[in-house]
């Protein structure tokens, strides 16, 4: 049927069901059946490369790159994604490769359970690509991940492989997950030093500035340096919050600081700012009208119509300058409503496991009771609004650690302290909560628990893409359970696939905030 599409990937599924005619996010059926098909082609190169030697890094390098394209609210310029198709292609005959391509709709896949083993193992790939892609960038990569992506990918292609098969895969996903997290981190602390703690400024400048969201702090860097004197002042947005917390970054007195909440403000926010946005990580929304003229996207994010900045040659930096002379053409942001707000951030792993033995002492002593960690990315949906109500109405003896954008949802909020610990400690990006789980597995050590599961930690995970489904799987892989995930369950999760989490894992689905609360407090 002409204009068809089956999406289900993200939280805004239509129904909790599945896009069929549009995506909620944006999307037309044209790019979402474009970006079917690529993972079609990603598959049959996988299957060309699985069980040999001797091929080099590239393919692996070009499949991390092109499924992180396919990720919500990233790309929705079908000429970008045809042009990733025709690479994968030419892979496939450079590789002499004679797989053939499957067919490229979920649909196609009848039987219910099967295809959700089979869509929920490549969503989890698509966060562990986007978190490998985001460490390439920075000149680290891990064979074990490139050989656990191929594997995987290989096995959702085979009509033959079984649901078992599939899910110890889901498993292993969780795993390597972690894997990569550990890359990021390594990759991000070692080229720009471990975030430390620090207050972040909200504040509009008088300056014209340019404003970048996103994820991948290697365009951040290079941004700076090109506006270093240029009377230009740089904000950060969304994910992109965190990198004020890092040395290097915070040695550019014109990095001003945040602008903005989540992606889900992006269309307000980004008609404020007055100048220049960059968009270089999901998430993207349809561009709207009020500044369809000064944004532009870079790495894998496309809108049709919007320029892009293409990418860095070898020992060259991406080139800004277009972006810059607009720049100095447009006036100074305009304040918000959080103008006043200073955020403190850069709870690191390596600064709060520098004092792990005193947390454990106040755990032991009653101090603190709980950690909670509410970690996940922002959304649309009303019923987000949870999130915010459970931070208010979790007890004073109880400390918060975040991670993504979920953060916005209460960020604003004035909890106190705790013996002069925030009781809202913001870790960083949604890749960082390999943060909260280097500091569990340091409280562990520190209390002599046994198994994470028993530790005083409750997660409430605020999922919107795949980047969240990787980590879900990647805590689950650890042996964290009563994880809250919300403000759905996935659409892609089928009846059976949802028994296991629940009866195997003890997942639950959020509740009301007051009774969540009290049921964590008391280990539940």
């Known amino acids: 049927m002409e204009g068809s599409m089956f999406c289900y990937q993200c939280q805004e599924a239509s129904g909790n069901k599945g896009c069929t005619s549009g995506g909620r996010c944006g999307e037309t059926s044209e790019t979402a059946n474009l970006q079917d098909r690529l993972i079609a082609e990603l598959k049959a190169v996988a299957l060309t490369l699985e069980g040999r030697t001797n091929v080099t890094r590239e393919f692996s390098r070009f499949i991390v790159r092109a499924m992180s394209a396919t990720l919500t609210d990233t790309n929705f310029n079908p000429d970008r994604i045809y042009a990733l198709i025709d690479e994968a292609r030419r892979a496939l005959r450079t590789l002499d490769s004679d797989i053939r391509v499957q067919d490229p709709s979920i649909l196609s896949v009848e039987d219910t359970e099967e295809r959700s083993y089979r869509e929920m193992l490549v ?10 892609f985001h460490a390439l960038a920075l000149g680290y990569e891990d064979n074990a991940i ?7 990918l290989s096995a959702t292609a085979k009509p033959d492989t079984p649901h078992e098969r599939l899910a110890l895969l889901i498993v292993e996903c969780g795993r390597v997950a972690s894997i990569a997290m550990a890359l990021l981190d390594e990759a991000n602390t ?3 030093g471990s975030p430390t703690i620090c207050h972040v400024s909200w504040a509009a400048g008088r300056n014209p500035g340019i404003l970048m969201s996103g994820q991948d702090l290697k365009d951040l860097e290079e941004l700076l340096i090109q506006t270093e004197h240029a009377d230009i002042d740089v904000y950060t947005h969304g994910d992109m919050l965190p990198a004020n917390t890092y040395p290097a970054f915070r040695k550019f007195p014109h990095l001003k600081g945040n602008y903005g909440g989540s992606w889900r403000t992006q269309a307000q926010d980004f008609a404020s700012f007055n100048g220049p946005v960059i968009v270089n990580s999901n998430c993207i929304v349809p561009v709207q009208d009020a500044y369809r003229e ?4 870079t790495g894998m994010v496309g809108c049709k119509g919007t320029p892009h900045i293409t990418h860095r040659h070898i020992g060259m930096q991406k080139d800004f300058s277009e972006v810059i002379r607009l720049a100095k053409t447009l006036p100074p942001p305009t304040a918000l409503e959080t103008d006043s707000v200073i955020l403190t951030g850069g709870f690191g792993h390596h600064q709060v496991c520098s004092v792990i033995s005193q947390i454990a ?6 101090t603190i009771r709980r950690f909670i960690v509410i970690a996940g990315e922002d959304g649309r949906d009303e ?3 949870y999130y915010r109500e459970l931070a208010k109405a979790l007890p004073p003896d109880t400390v918060i650690l975040t991670a993504g954008g979920a953060k916005y949802r209460f960020l604003d909020l004035d909890l106190g302290k705790i013996t002069g610990i925030p009781r809202i400690m913001d870790v960083g990006q949604i890749s960082d909560v390999y943060t909260i789980i280097r500091i569990a597995l340091e409280l562990q050590n520190a209390l002599g628990i046994r198994t994470l599961d028993k530790l005083p930690v409750s997660f409430v995970l605020s999922w919107y893409e795949q980047k969240t489904i990787a980590v879900f799987l990647a805590l689950l892989t650890l042996g964290f359970k009563n994880i809250r995930l919300g ?9 059976g696939i949802l028994e296991v989490l629940t009866r195997d894992y003890s997942v639950k689905p959020i509740g009301s905030a007051e009774a969540d609360a009290a049921d964590m407090m008391a280990g539940n």
């Open 146 to 152: 490139y050989n656990f992506i191929i594997k995987a």
């Open 123 to 132: 969503y989890g790939l698509k966060g562990v690509c986007a978190f490998a």
């Open 294 to 297: 000064r944004i532009f996207t």
């Open 383 to 385: 019923r987000r609004e």
């Open 190 to 192: 070692e080229t720009y």
């Open 487 to 495: 403000p759905t369950f996935p659409a892609f999760c089928s009846p």
């Open 361 to 366: 002492r106040y755990i032991e002593n009653g």
